[in-house]
């Protein structure tokens, strides 16, 4: 499975898809197609756990005053499910392997995965 899971409005997501190709991945715009309760157990399959898909840098993080709030798991998994600014993004899955976010070394991963699989 290769799949991609973005938002359109984000422009480091935008950045990060340009810079390899698209070819054969299913790509999903969250806003406007917003993941399923399925996708989501996919992802933390992959991930080990709802934190690491979660996003800090949601303006509703400080909105709803979520830092100074002890989150479990379960808070993790409906924060994301009810609003869509709280998946870290890009996530992109290629096979067993998930790539979370936009860190320098996440994206250089990604990079050698998607290339390694291209030869």
Known sequence: MKKIYYLKTCDTSK?????????GFTVQEIKTDPITVKQLD????LAGNYESLFSRR???YKQMDLKDQSLKELDYKQLILSEYTFLKR???????????GSNKKNIQLLIQ?????NR
């Open 15 to 23: 950045r990060i898809l340009k810079q390899f190709p698209l070819d």
């Open 42 to 45: 996919e992802m933390v399959d």
């Open 58 to 60: 949601a303006k509703k």
């Open 90 to 100: 890009p996530v992109i899955i290629i096979d067993d392997k998930i790539f979370i």
């Open 113 to 117: 995965n998607v290339i390694n699989k």
